[in-house]
């Protein structure tokens, strides 16, 4: 598509946009009256106007069932985590029964590495991104020290390359041939937090089973703003949390996959709990674990069915929308942006985008590094009602979310982010 830089352009966006009429479907936080220019769902995603009558019919059903609810309900507590599963599975590409919404991302993390990462004398080592999320970065270190190793010498930490920032599918790859002998678990970000770049997990699954390694990723930034296959792509386990761009609220419900292949596999040592065990037995409540089939049996504890309520209300949305539509308008959405930012470069090339520029190896989100001034813009741009991320000290990161953002939003962004760039001295 050929952008132009004009308001009238991006109105004419907006009104051949098919998805245009759902962010009527979500609350968009104002400032003075007004609407703020929210491009912060990589951080928290905005709050469906359905969640709060999904709620209701939970806290009904209590008040009038109370414990009966758990399978008196109009969706019947007992199984109510089974209702997310379809619309799950569709978002990541797998089977139902190779996805579950349980717990919350780290412990999903710390879950799976338990039966994932089984090292041993020979083949310890995990090959992680450099500058990792925290958590993720904290899981593996105590994960590592837990199996009694040393992470300095377990951990490997691959750095993007210098001049770009990003890292490259053959880095990465030779990465994995290079510690072949060695490698227990390939763990990386489906999207990297800070960089916005998607990795090509096909890539990295073949390359990681050719070392005899698992391969897992960790989804936060990537369900709900690219394509995954994670079947199709033989990826062994992934986890993603819920309250981004499934926008299920503060600290929302988070998910696993484990692949199908390790379905019926009760040898894995795993961490159990009741809600993982046979369900035609579970209230035998006997001696003696046994898992039920596909991921569920990883499930420990029964579900938190308020905040589920409030994720199955976002991913009828994305179900009543279609992933691919959004993907599609997702593109074009931050194509503009690019286009967009690149003509206030052209005059002031104060900053650089390091998220790549190539389409497929990114998803809405955009992030700017500046050299200097980079708090300056961000609270400049907070008072102008737009709402951003900042990552200290040097980057912020810009994301127009396709279920909700406009591309007049994108339009408006730009004069105001441009403004704000002229009007200091670099
Ligand atoms: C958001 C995010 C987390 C947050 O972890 P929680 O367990 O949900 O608090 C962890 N890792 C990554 C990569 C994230 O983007």
Redesign the pocket.
């Known amino acids: 598509m050929i952008f132009e830089n004009s308001s009238a352009f991006a109105l004419k966006l907006d009104q051949e946009d098919e998805l245009k009429d759902f962010r009527n479907r979500f609350f968009i936080p104002t400032k003075d009256g007004k609407a703020v220019i929210y491009f912060n769902g990589n951080s928290l995603g905005l709050q469906p106007k359905t969640a709060e009558k999904y709620i209701n019919q939970e806290l009904k059903d209590w008040a009038e069932l109370a414990g009966q609810g758990h399978f008196k309900a109009k969706n019947p507590w007992v199984s109510y985590h089974k209702l997310l599963q379809k619309p799950l599975a569709d978002l990541t590409g797998a089977s139902e029964n190779e996805v579950t919404a349980m717990n919350?991302?780290?412990?999903n993390?710390h879950l799976l590495m338990v039966s994932f990462y089984r090292p041993d004398k020979k083949k310890y080592k995990i090959i992680m991104e450099n500058g990792?999320?925290s958590?993720?970065q904290y899981a593996v270190e105590t994960q590592v020290k837990f199996h009694g190793f040393d992470p300095q010498e377990a951990i490997i930490e691959l750095a993007p390359n210098k001049d770009k920032n990003l890292l490259a599918t053959e880095e990465i790859i030779e990465a994995i041939e290079s510690n072949k002998e060695e490698v227990a678990l390939i763990l990386l970000?489906g999207v990297n937090?800070y960089t916005g770049q998607a990795f090509d997990l096909e890539k990295i699954s073949a390359a990681g089973h050719k070392a005899g390694a698992i391969v897992g990723f960790?989804l936060?930034?990537a369900i709900g703003n690219i394509k995954l296959e994670l079947h199709k792509w033989d990826i062994d386990f992934a986890v993603w949390?819920s309250?981004?761009y499934l926008n299920s609220g503060p600290?929302g419900v988070?998910g696993a996959f484990v692949h199908e292949k390790f379905a019926k596999d009760n040898s894995m040592p795993r961490f159990g709990g009741w809600w993982g065990y046979l369900e035609e037995e579970r209230f035998k409540m006997e001696k003696g674990f046994k898992p039920m089939e596909g991921v569920a049996g990883w499930q420990l504890s029964n579900v938190p069915i308020i905040s589920l309520a409030v994720q199955r209300a976002s991913l009828d949305i994305f179900e009543e929308a279609g992933m691919d539509n959004i993907l599609q308008k997702g593109k074009q959405l931050t194509g503009y942006l690019e286009f967009l930012l690149k003509q206030t470069q052209d005059v002031s090339p104060c900053f650089d985008i390091i998220t790549p520029s190539d389409p497929s190896q990114r998803g809405c989100q955009l992030s700017l590094y500046f050299k200097k001034n980079a708090e300056e813009i961000y609270q400049r741009l907070i008072e102008h009602g737009v709402s951003v991320d900042m990552r200290r000290p040097n980057v912020i990161r810009v994301t127009p979310v396709p279920l909700y953002n406009t591309f007049q939003e994108v339009f408006h962004f730009s004069k105001r982010f441009d403004s704000i760039i002229k009007s200091l001295s670099f």
């Open positions: 919350s991302l780290t412990t993390l990792a999320f958590s993720d970000g937090f960790d936060a930034h949390c309250y981004k600290g988070g």
